[in-house]
DNA sequence: CGATTATGTAACGCCAGTTGTTACATATGG
DNA sequence: CCATATGTAACAACTGGCGTTACATAATCG
């Protein structure tokens, strides 16, 4: 969903658009916008101003942004399963366990995001733009 | 939590061991040690028998079952956020982003499971080992 | 054969996280 | 000063996973 909405962002080239636009575009609440808008500004990848006639833009053009820096904006938990918050017991097994899966874990996630780092989100648009097109020639 | 289970059942080398046995292993209930066990029956990494005396053991040696395997035969869903069921209106990068969307996040899936490739079960359990030798030399 | 043991499975409650909604304070521009 | 749009809080609704109880089924042992 972050990425459908920077999509948009990238659509309206430079214009601010207001929550309640991108809202209506990937068909929810402007508030859920809203909340989705804050971790990409802690990002530092759109600009937000408060006020009449204001709105959101891309900090970046389309091209220098990779879907990576969107997935870390957005995505602070781990994919995988929560740990079973239990520290586990007396099994020799339970005790060390934890933080070698940590280790691995983090290390798949990297390879995930070095791919991610790969698609830049004028890669999406432009994939999008095609498949539209496609579509519509049909 | 799946590759704890597994853990446990390469320690125990080739024995049988009851679901009970493992869920106190894991600090938990034998019914969700068993609906897992049945996902991993279903990938044939493990084997289970019925009845008294009974139980699960590996069906591979640990050098013989990667990670990769584990998280396919465990995690059916994709990592990333539900594709917000919502078909989307009529923006239009909505019609077709999705399915651009999905195409990237599969390959960046794969690039996860390639990394997740590269360790087997042995490796987590000497790592396991060692961690814990360490822990008790001090 | 029958008792015991352990799995397979269903039904249900519980809890956490996410999404959605309403409401209101605040800032900005005209 | 007023209209507009964001920031934010509070809360309902929904969902997914975990946990628990309960019971049927299968296999082993005496």
């Known amino acids: 969903m972050a990425v459908h909405v920077l999509a948009v962002l ?25 909340r989705l808008l804050l971790s990409l500004q802690r990002a530092r990848l759109v600009d937000t101003c408060k006020g009449a006639g204001a709105g959101s833009r891309l900090n970046r053009s389309p091209g220098r942004i990779n879907l990576a820096e969107i997935y870390r904006a957005v995505e602070e938990a781990e994919p995988f399963a929560t740990p079973s918050r239990k520290p586990n017991t007396a099994c020799p097994v339970g005790h060390c366990i934890r933080k070698e899966l940590d280790r691995i874990f983090m290390s798949a996630q990297k390879a995930m995001e070095r791919d991610l780092e790969r698609t830049s989100l004028a890669d999406v648009i432009e994939a999008v733009k095609a498949s539209c097109a496609s579509k519509k020639a049909v």
């Not at 990238?10 to 809203?34: C, W």
């Open 10 to 34: 990238a659509y309206k080239e430079g214009d601010r658009v207001t929550s309640a636009f991108l809202a209506g575009s990937v068909n929810t609440n402007p508030v859920i916008v809203r």
